[in-house]
């Protein structure tokens, strides 16, 4: 049995267009889906009864914990359970036909960790043969657990009050335990979310994902429009507040400080204060 752990929250259209991918792709391996919403204010447990009609189980928080507790709920509630494995997956990502069934067969294969998204800001340090790779990290979304290592890791990380950035503490505490972390190197789901609390800016791809049918290719051309939008818009409410700050009366004023202080002081006393500063900002 697999349990299939979803993180959900707002972003309604991102959602719906996830739901209809996994619901299409071959579930037919043993599985519970289990649905985490943080307390979404653009819907409620209707909606989601009706988007995912099979789920075993549907938690909604009664106070938004953020993304990576809301996150660590999931493991804590699998291990909890008799499944077998554990797939974090996410709101915003589109699946093949194929995933579960190959990740069940790549998971042999491994130290009990695979993700099966391949992500472009996560580097690979080895080609292990023509499916899988090695990387130090990998995020959250789309990694793939045998039970042992989920034990494992919340036998580390054993409450809620630990967690930070979960996805880059995992990755570091199976690398310094000597396990190694498995990636595909054909990306089996491919990212979709923008605007979201990681998400600023630019989100994740996976690399080397196949398009398997021409729905999935308007999604991807549909995101990829859309979060072009999201992107110019967000850079230019940066330019504007940037602009704001740097004609308001305070910014001025530092700035003929620092000037003023540059050249009165001696250039080597200057620029160790400088350094101290910048250290201290990091």
């Known amino acids: 049995m697999v349990t299939i752990g979803i993180t959900t929250y707002n972003r309604k259209n991102i959602v719906e267009i996830m739901a209809k991918s996994l619901y299409k792709s071959d579930l037919t391996v043993p599985h519970a889906i289990r649905i985490y919403d943080d307390c979404s204010t653009e819907y409620g447990r209707d909606f989601l009864e009706k988007l995912f009609p099979t789920a075993a189980s549907i938690k909604i928080n009664p106070v938004n914990l953020r993304a990576d507790k809301n996150m660590y709920q999931m493991y804590a509630d699998f291990i909890t359970t008799g499944d077998e494995y554990f797939f974090n997956a996410d709101s915003d990502v589109i699946f093949t036909n194929q995933w579960l069934n190959k990740a069940i067969n790549l998971i042999e294969k491994t130290d009990g960790i695979v993700s099966l998204f391949n992500s472009n ?23 793939f657990f045998s039970r042992n290592c989920v034990v494992k890791l919340l036998t580390h990380f054993n409450t809620i009050e630990q967690v930070k950035s979960f996805d880059w503490q ?9 396990v190694k972390i498995y990636c595909v190197n054909k990306s089996l789901i491919q990212h979709i979310g923008y605007d979201g609390q990681h998400s600023k800016l630019y989100f994740d791809i996976g690399k080397n994902y196949t398009i398997e049918t021409v729905g999935d290719g308007q999604i991807i051309n549909d995101i990829f429009e859309n979060s ?55």
Request: proline content about 1%.
């Open 228 to 282: 072009m939008d999201n992107t110019m818009v967000k850079a230019e409410e940066t330019a504007a507040v940037h602009e704001k700050r740097i004609n308001s009366f305070g910014y001025c004023f530092k700035r003929c400080i620092i000037i003023f202080i540059k050249n009165i002081m001696p250039k080597v006393l200057y620029n160790k204060i400088k350094s101290r500063l910048l250290k201290s900002r990091k």
């Open 170 to 178: 995992f990755s570091e505490f199976f690398t310094n335990n000597g």
């Open 121 to 143: 800001t996560h580097k690979q340090y080895k080609i292990v043969d023509d499916a899988l790779c090695l990387k130090n990290t990998v995020g959250a979304a789309g990694v």
